[in-house]
């Protein structure tokens, strides 16, 4: 079986240990190791990277030079701090390296740009970690979609809320546009992905409720708007419960699709999905099976990698995504 040599940049994003042990588990991926990129950040929910039971544990360190000298290194997946991400995903790019990388991306809309162009130009995979693309429930909506049983999509709801520490609501402060920015990322794609183009206009309401006497714009709202219907996106880290709430609803001429909660905590680390399809008059309510957030994900870029399938999100639409995310932010080139 051939694999693919891999290594992790960054243990500082908060999906960073996720990746890891993603990697780890993959029989088709040979886990090389992993540097740390930046000793002295430390996300407010990130636990010391060498704690007991952190995946770090089972894996070597190098430092970033060492893996960039390294021969025969195919893929890197990219897990720093969000500013910093394509500043490293560059490095590798530039080396012919295939890049996994977190989402969504940097702080600077030529560096992403430059990163999407380099791996055009060296027929590079360039994965982004958009993890609700391999949710079996948006899954399985998409293919309604895209059969044309829903009709016109017209609109796309997305919410994904949570309830933060202090520690946290301080430290989103740091990202233009916070929440937006941090978790609303994962629903303006969703929203590009259902409707199936660009918005005419994208108009950033994005404010601060004021929590823990901070002043981070904690609560993320935008608005998409296309020539038949408005979609919106809202995200914050004040909603008590937020995270049973998240949802998304997919409205079309002939039916309405509800995801809610998008992700449900099981047994053993799994996930599960609830929702309700109304297609053509006919309701039914769905539930999917346990599944592990990352493992379609990685499995996704694997086989990108080896040629079996082409990236279904290539380089332009990646690069639109990220214009779109940043003007939802409020961010102004």
Same mark, same amino acid.
């Given at each position: 079986?051939?694999?693919?040599?891999?290594?992790?940049?960054?243990?500082?994003?908060?999906?960073s240990?996720?990746?890891?042990?993603?990697?780890?588990?993959?029989?088709?991926?040979?886990?090389?190791?992993?540097?740390?990129?930046?000793?002295?950040?430390?996300?407010?929910?990130?636990?010391?990277?060498?704690?007991?039971?952190?995946p770090?544990?089972r894996?070597?360190?190098?430092?970033?030079?060492?893996?960039?000298?390294?021969?025969? /290194?195919?893929?890197?997946?990219?897990?720093?701090e969000e500013?910093?991400?394509?500043?490293?995903?560059?490095?590798?790019?530039?080396?012919?390296?295939?890049?996994?990388?977190?989402?969504?991306?940097?702080?600077?809309?030529?560096s992403?740009?430059?990163?999407?162009?380099?791996?055009?130009?060296?027929?590079?995979?360039?994965?982004?970690?958009?993890?609700y693309?391999?949710?079996?429930?948006?899954?399985?909506?998409?293919?309604?979609?895209?059969?044309?049983?829903?009709?016109?999509?017209?609109?796309?709801?997305?919410?994904?809320?949570?309830?933060?520490?202090?520690?946290?609501c301080?430290?989103?402060?740091?990202?233009?546009?916070?929440?937006?920015?941090?978790?609303?990322?994962?629903?303006?794609?969703?929203?590009?992905?259902?409707?199936?183009?660009?918005?005419?206009?994208? /108009?950033?309401?994005?404010?601060?409720?004021?929590?823990?006497?901070?002043?981070?714009?904690?609560?993320?709202?935008?608005?998409?708007?296309?020539?038949?219907?408005?979609?919106?996106?809202?995200?914050?880290?004040?909603?008590?419960?937020?995270?049973?709430?998240?949802?998304?609803?997919?409205?079309g001429?002939?039916?309405?699709?509800?995801?809610k909660?998008?992700?449900?905590?099981?047994?053993?680390?799994?996930?599960?999905?609830?929702?309700?399809?109304?297609?053509?008059?006919?309701?039914?309510?769905?539930?999917?099976?346990?599944?592990?957030?990352?493992?379609?994900?990685?499995?996704?870029?694997?086989?990108?990698?080896?040629?079996?399938?082409?990236?279904?999100?290539?380089?332009?639409?990646?690069?639109?995504?990220?214009?779109?995310?940043?003007?939802?932010?409020?961010?102004?080139?």
């Open positions: 079986m051939q694999k693919i040599r891999i290594a992790q940049i960054g243990t500082g994003h908060p999906h240990t996720g990746a890891a042990e993603t990697i780890l588990k993959n029989p088709e991926m040979e886990c090389v190791g992993f540097a740390k990129v930046t000793p002295d950040y430390i996300h407010p929910e990130h636990r010391y990277y060498l704690d007991p039971g952190q770090y544990t894996m070597r360190e190098y430092t970033v030079e060492e893996l960039l000298d390294m021969e025969g /290194l195919d893929a890197v997946a990219i897990e720093c500013e910093k991400s394509t500043e490293y995903a560059q490095m590798f790019a530039d080396r012919g390296v295939h890049i996994f990388l977190d989402k969504p991306g940097t702080h600077g809309i030529a992403f740009d430059r990163l999407a162009e380099t791996c055009r130009e060296k027929n590079l995979v360039l994965k982004q970690a958009y993890m693309r391999y949710n079996p429930l948006v899954q399985k909506a998409m293919e309604i979609v895209k059969s044309g049983a829903l009709g016109e999509i017209y609109a796309v709801e997305g919410q994904m809320s949570l309830y933060y520490p202090e520690s946290m301080r430290w989103i402060g740091k990202h233009k546009g916070g929440m937006m920015y941090y978790l609303g990322c994962h629903m303006v794609d969703l929203v590009l992905q259902f409707m199936g183009s660009l918005p005419e206009e994208i /108009l950033p309401m994005n404010a601060s409720t004021g929590q823990y006497g901070c002043e981070s714009e904690n609560y993320g709202f935008a608005v998409l708007k296309y020539p038949k219907g408005v979609s919106f996106v809202k995200t914050t880290c004040d909603e008590t419960n937020g995270f049973n709430r998240r949802q998304l609803v997919v409205c001429t002939k039916g309405t699709i509800e995801i909660p998008m992700e449900i905590p099981c047994a053993g680390g799994l996930l599960k999905a609830a929702g309700s399809f109304t297609v053509n008059g006919k309701t039914e309510q769905v539930e999917a099976e346990p599944f592990d957030r990352y493992a379609a994900m990685m499995q996704d870029f694997v086989n990108h990698v080896l040629g079996r399938n082409e990236n279904p999100c290539g380089y332009d639409y990646e690069k639109a995504l990220f214009r779109a995310v940043m003007t939802a932010c409020g961010w102004k080139e």
